[in-house]
Structures are given as C-alpha cells and as structure tokens.
C-alpha cells in the first residue's frame, strides 16, 4: 500500500463526463466546496466510483481548498475509502429510492445469484467487484447500473447480468 | 488576560495561566521533559508520547505537550515508572524502521540518537520491524529518507503553519503510515513545495536532509526556524 510514487499524469481528469460526475460537482454544490464537508463528499465518490480515482482527488482539493496531501491522507486513513477499483470490473448499482421503486433489488439480485458474489465484495477470482449506490443523480433513468465506467440506464436484470458476462469475460 | 494559578510539579509550586500545557510550564519553570515530536510554536500532537507524566487522581499517563494545566494540578514528570515507559518508548521507535546510526548521514547530529542516550537505552527489548522503506531522492535539494522517519509530523506542521505550503501530511495507518508530499507524488513534482528547506531543518532524525550531506556531516539549523516562529509571533 504504501509503495510506489504517484506520477503528475495520473492526476488528469479523464475526457467523458458522466452523471456521477455531474453527481459530485451537485453535492459540491450543496455543501458550498467547504472544506469541512470533505469526508461527506469522498463517500459520495466512493459510492458512486466504486473507489476514489486520483484525479478525483485532484479535482477536489481544487474546488474545495483542500491541500493535495491532506485529502490522500484522510483516502488512505480510513479503510472505507479504496484507492483503486475493487476488482478487475466493477458494478454499482443504484439503489436510492427512484432505482429501488423500479425494481433495482432484482437486478442486485440477480447479479449475486448469477455470479455467487455479494454487495460489497470481490468475486474469489479478483474479475467483478460488486457494490451499491444511493441516488446517481440521474433517477429519470432508473433502475441505473454502471459496469465498469458505463452507465446503463433502464436496467433490466437479464441484460444486465448478460452484459457483465460479456464485460468481465466470467 | 486570565487570572494565573499554582499548581505543583515535582513537589514544587509553580505559576500556570489557564490555557497553557503542562509541557509550556515545564519549560518556563526549567523542568526537562523529554520531547520529540514537539517543536516549539508549532501546533502540539502528542505522537511520540515521551513526554509522558503522571497527574495525581488520574489514572493514565498523560503527554504534558497536549495535556492542559488546571488549577490544583500534582504533577509529577520523574518517577520509575515513567523512566519505565520511556524507555519502552524510545525502543519501539527504533524497532518501527531501519535507524542504523552508524552508516546515516545524520550520525552524531540526531536528535533521537541523542534521546536514546538520555534515556539510556542500551538495547533494544522488541523485535524490529526492518520495513522496506523507499527514499525519494527527486527534489532538487532534499532527500527523504522513510527508513529513518519516525512520523513525527514536525515537518508536516512547519510545512502548513509556518511556510504555508501545506504539501505534507501522512498517509495509512499503522505499520503503513507515511509522510506524503502532495498526492503521494516524488517530491520533486510537487507544485506547492517552495524549496524553503524548513521541514529539513526540524526534522529530528535523518529522514529528511539536504542532498549534498556527507554522512555523519550533516547540519541541521532547527534554532533558524524556532527563531522565525518567535519574530513571527512577536510580530505587531
Ligand atoms: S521545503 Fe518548505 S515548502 Fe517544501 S515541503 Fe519542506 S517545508 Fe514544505
Ligand atoms: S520526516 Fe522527519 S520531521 Fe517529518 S515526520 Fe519523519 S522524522 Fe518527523
Ligand atoms: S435513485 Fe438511482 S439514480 Fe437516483
Ligand atoms: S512531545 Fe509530547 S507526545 Fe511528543
């Protein structure tokens, strides 16, 4: 863990802009980028990334005056926050109260039955990390699924499970 | 200003102004305590716990540094007991990473050395840990060295409170907790390091020294920096 130097590049922001972007740049928003409100907001991203991406980090200490330093450590600190994707492909899928009224608990169901893994964890074999959401930020969309960085809108539990196996290569 | 109080420190009766630590007393009152992670003007954190005292009535060990004075406070800084567990404490720094005097370049200009005679530790009683540390050699002026880092966080707090850089703090917990600059980038990356070299200078062990010491040559100035602080702090 403690190992291995982070590289300026790894700090760049990637070119697609999603809803869980859209998601945090809200939540910055409503807490007004204070610095307080750090902890809340890296939640949010964990929940909503799966993990926290550097350039996240990077992003933030800019909106929010945070020193650089001071957010890495606070990631690093707690063991709620993870630094890199859970496994091979990651799965989020939402289950605030718009996803969940359209059916999201079949999809998770489902998910977890198909591939014998829980929210929250690993498959044995490193390759689907599964984990859930509450709200994305996109309800209208709902029940919504995000494999890896896609955001699959309208979720149906038989496509969805289909398309991890075809993603995960499981 | 608020109205001063006595307390007792080793049997001795001295003058306390609420708000003050134990340690700010022991100072003007010229009792020695020994201390590692304090640094005069700098926030206190109480880490390395050396400063370590028994107050009457309370039944834990408290570290004068962060602990505050109240009035009627028996405070004793010397006993067996607590020679007992400094002695414990210097140890487990030393068993936590790789501090091999003979070959650091801050060999015989160390204030933890220095400690570990003070206190007179002979040996160490637990097993070492002998991490694999890294060495960032990537600033164009400084090393840091995490074999010899005691987490002490002078340089963290020099670097925000007094440069105002704020480029450093610690990462992980634990076994793996480390001093960071920046997003755990080479030191060498860091946009917001000024280069000032205060961290260097406050920095007890040899973890962080200027680039072209030879070893056992090194000086370190931590006055340069204590003196800062106060003309800031005198200032108008
Ligand atoms: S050289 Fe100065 S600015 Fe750079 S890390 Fe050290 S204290 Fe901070
Ligand atoms: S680098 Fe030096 S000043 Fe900084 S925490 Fe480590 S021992 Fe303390
Ligand atoms: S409840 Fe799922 S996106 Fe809002
Ligand atoms: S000097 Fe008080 S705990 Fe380090």
Not at chain 1, 30 to 36: E, F, L, M
Not at chain 2, 86 to 115: D, G, P, T, Y
């Amino acid at each position: 863990m403690s190992s291995g130097l982070n590289r300026l590049t790894d700090l760049e922001k990637p070119a697609t802009e999603d809803a869980r972007l859209k998601r945090i740049q809200t939540a910055l928003k409503r807490y007004d980028a204070r610095p307080d409100a750090l902890i809340e907001i890296l939640h949010i991203v964990e929940e909503s990334y799966g993990y926290v991406p550097l350039w996240m980090m990077a992003l933030l200490a800019k909106e929010m005056k945070v020193p650089p330093s001071r957010i890495y450590g606070v990631v690093t600190f707690y063991h709620f926050f993870s630094l890199k994707p859970k496994g091979e492909h990651t799965c989020v899928v939402c289950t605030g109260t718009a996803c969940h009224v359209r059916g999201s608990q079949r999809v998770l169901n489902d998910i977890e039955d198909e591939f014998s893994v829980r929210a929250g964890e690993t498959t044995p074999d490193g390759k689907l990390g599964l984990q859930t959401a509450r709200c994305l930020g996109c309800c209208s969309l709902g029940p919504v699924t995000v494999i890896d960085n896609e955001i699959i809108p309208k979720s149906e539990p038989e496509k969805i499970v289909a398309l991890i196996h075809e993603k995960a290569g499981i | 200003m608020n109205a001063s109080f006595t307390i007792t420190i080793d049997n001795q009766s001295v003058e306390a102004t609420p708000g003050e630590s134990l340690l700010e007393v022991c100072r003007k009152a010229n009792i020695p305590l020994p201390v590692m992670c304090d640094f005069k003007g700098l926030s206190p954190v109480g880490a390395c716990r050396l400063c370590l005292v028994e107050i009457e009535g309370v039944p834990k060990l408290l570290p004068a540094c962060t602990t505050l004075v109240a009035p009627n406070q028996a405070v004793h800084t010397q006993s067996d007991k607590l020679r007992k567990y400094r002695r414990m404490i210097i140890e487990l720094i030393f068993s936590e990473r790789n501090h091999i005097c003979a070959i650091c370049v801050a060999n015989n200009n160390c204030e933890l050395q220095k400690m570990a005679y003070e206190l007179g530790m002979d040996h160490v009683r637990f097993p070492y840990l002998t991490p694999v540390c890294e060495v960032d050699a990537s600033h164009e002026k400084y090393v840091m060295d995490h074999n010899r880092c005691i987490l002490c966080t002078r340089c963290v707090r020099v670097c925000s409170e007094i440069e105002g850089a704020m480029t450093r703090d610690v990462m992980g917990r634990g076994f793996d907790a480390r001093i960071i600059t920046e997003f755990k980038q080479p030191w060498g990356d860091s946009t917001g390091c000024t280069s000032c070299g205060k961290c260097v200078q406050v920095c007890p062990t040899g973890a962080l020294t200027p680039n072209d010491a030879a070893q056992g040559r090194l000086k370190k100035n931590p006055e340069l920096v204590a003196l800062l602080i106060e003309k800031r702090e005198a200032k108008p």
